[in-house]
Nanobody, 124 residues
């Protein structure tokens, strides 16, 4: 599985962005997908995850109510809609996929396939 993340950019605080992660390979539709982010000088952290059919989602507390994860298996794509962005959301955002899991995991090591990252910068 190869992943291509896109949609990052520069936005003012309070604005919105939608990240996309396009996947190649036939296992995507049966895979758990997640978004992680890494801010400058910090460790990479879990942001959100979604199970194979979109029936279960998970979010880190800091983005609950502002971010929404979704997927379109027909397009092999997972999305992260980010609203009410804050300067502390500034980070490189990575998508990750794992075809072995049934439930969403918040642990990096549980995801075997990773995209290249897309930079989100939120100005104050």
């Amino acid at each position: 599985v190869q992943l291509q993340a896109s949609g990052g950019g520069l936005v003012q605080a309070g604005g919105s962005l939608r990240l996309s992660c396009a996947a190649s390979g036939r296992t995507f539709s049966s895979s758990v997908s997640g978004w992680f982010r890494q801010a400058p000088g910090k460790e990479r952290e879990f942001v959100s995850g979604i199970n194979w059919n979109g029936g279960r989602t998970s979010y880190v507390d800091s983005v609950k109510g502002r971010f929404t994860i979704s997927r379109d298996n027909a397009k092999n794509t997972v999305y992260l809609q980010m609203n009410s962005l804050k300067p502390e959301d500034t980070a490189v955002y990575y998508c990750a996929v794992d075809p072995r899991m049934w439930a969403v995991s918040m642990r990096e090591r549980d995801y075997v396939y990773w995209g290249q990252g897309t930079l989100v910068t939120v100005s104050s």
